[in-house]
């Protein structure tokens, strides 16, 4: 703890009367766009460079099983924001706004009625009519996907990004000294920009990096395993396939499009970095909580696909760091499932308000987790051709989803077929855990609710 930092907390207690101990937390969530959780070099990947996350995640809890319950930007955030599934909290597109009532009882919102400051830098990515005037400093685009590249007053572009790093010094300029404070920051990065064909806008100083390293195709990339889908799902009216078409075709264009999308992650990288800085200048940094996740995954030309949507791994797994300075562990790695869901009612716990009963997440950090290694998975947006309705059962060893409009089953055995190459729905040698899971399907289902 450094000499300003102790000071702090001195002045701090002399103010409140309290002893510093009990002063509540500082809580910062850190929220990036479409990434998928091995897209950290912590989580193994030898290509991407992201030594400040890594960092984090050496300091702190790397929750290695950290799932979303619906792989969609805008239903995601809502889960996170609310502690609630899709089927619960209703926001099951990109227009929908939370209500009034539901909107009071989001994290930001508690923590706001027990005094502290909050603020939101970035993309809200929920409804049309973001709720800028109850937070205490808001710097966002109200557009639920912000462009990458913004003209300022002068006339120069600023990339989406760096754009949320000026928020964030700004936020901490103002209320840093404001103990407690709240701030929620959601990057763009390192979402593509729509568009036809989608594309990667990369910051200027990146657009070299990774330019003489060569990353491999994915297996299942091979034509066989999208050619073994059923016929209502291989179409190129399938969304995931046809942004695949520009991106994933050739292999020049995967080389392309896997660089800059690690380009946009080291990006967010150098911002986790600039932040952590400006923590310790301003003697807060001990007394700081730093969660850092995914609002979803996102396939990189696994089984022919591009993007998020349905169950396979590479679309509902995300990165999920929690970074306490007070607890006074360091480096450990949790196994059992963490969801997106988690996320409120584990920053309640921190700042020891009471949790809504309407949450349906768990406490991360509670040392007797509630919660069985088994989650429900919902995605109901548009529907088939373009998307198909997909719900499902997720465990560590294996993984049930059925396409709701067609009644089309999959089952995985993750324990021996990490990389879902094989549906083993119609194998009889399987039939008991079929069974099983579509029982617990059933009971999940109406449990989200």
């Known amino acids: 703890m450094n000499k300003l930092t102790i000071l702090g907390f001195l002045l701090l207690s002399i103010v409140t009367g309290k002893p510093a101990a009990a002063q509540s937390p500082n809580i910062i969530f850190l929220l990036t766009d479409d990434h998928r959780a091995d897209a950290l070099g912590v989580a193994g990947n030898q290509y991407i460079q992201t030594p400040n996350l890594d960092q984090l995640a050496n300091k702190g809890i790397l929750f290695k099983n950290a799932y979303v319950t619906t792989s969609i930007c805008s239903v995601s955030r809502a889960s996170i924001l609310s502690g609630q599934y899709m089927s619960r909290h209703k926001i099951d597109d990109f ?218 791994e590479e679309s509902i797994r995300v990165p999920m760091i929690i970074y306490d300075p007070r607890s006074g562990k360091s480096g450990s790695v949790e196994e059992r499932i963490a969801l997106n869901i988690d996320i409120a009612p584990t920053i309640l716990n921190l700042a020891k308000l009471p949790v809504p009963p309407q949450m349906q997440g768990i406490d991360l950090l509670a040392r007797k987790p509630v919660r069985r290694d088994v989650f429900f998975y919902e995605h109901t947006f548009m529907g088939s051709p373009r998307l198909p309705k997909i719900e499902g059962v997720v465990k560590k060893d294996m993984k049930y989803m059925k396409f709701t409009e067609q009644g089309y089953e999959q089952l995985y055995i993750l324990k021996k077929d990490p990389l879902e190459k094989q549906n083993v729905a119609a194998d009889p040698r399987y039939a008991k855990d079929l069974k099983k899971l579509r029982e617990q399907y059933s009971v999940l289902k109406e449990k989200a609710k």
């Open 95 to 312: 227009a929908q706004d939370f209500s009034p009532a539901a909107l009071a009882n989001t994290y930001p919102m508690l923590l706001k009625s027990k005094g502290y400051k909050i603020g939101f830098v970035g993309k809200y990515g929920v409804g049309d009519n973001p709720p800028d005037q109850e937070f205490d400093f808001w710097a966002c685009n109200r557009k639920g996907q912000p462009p990458y590249e913004y003209k300022r007053a002068d006339g120069s572009i600023i990339h989406h990004t760096d754009s949320v790093a000026n928020g964030i010094d700004q936020f901490l300029q103002k209320f840093g000294s404001q103990s407690p404070f709240c701030l929620s920051v959601s990057f763009k990065a390192p979402h593509e920009l729509d568009g036809s064909p989608p594309t990667y806008p990369v910051q200027e100083r990146f657009k070299d990096l990774y330019k003489n390293i060569s990353v491999p195709q994915p297996e299942t990339a091979d034509p066989s395993y999208w050619n073994a889908f059923p016929d209502f799902f291989r179409t190129d009216k399938n969304i995931g396939r046809e942004r695949w078409q520009p991106l994933f075709s050739t292999p020049e264009l995967h080389q392309q499009t896997v660089k800059d999308y690690f380009r946009l992650i080291t990006g967010v990288d150098e911002v986790v970095g600039k932040l952590r800085k400006q923590l310790e200048t301003l003697g807060i940094a001990d007394n700081t909580i730093i969660i850092f996740m995914g609002d979803n995954g996102f396939a990189l030309g696994e089984h022919g696909l591009e993007g998020k949507w349905f169950g396979f």
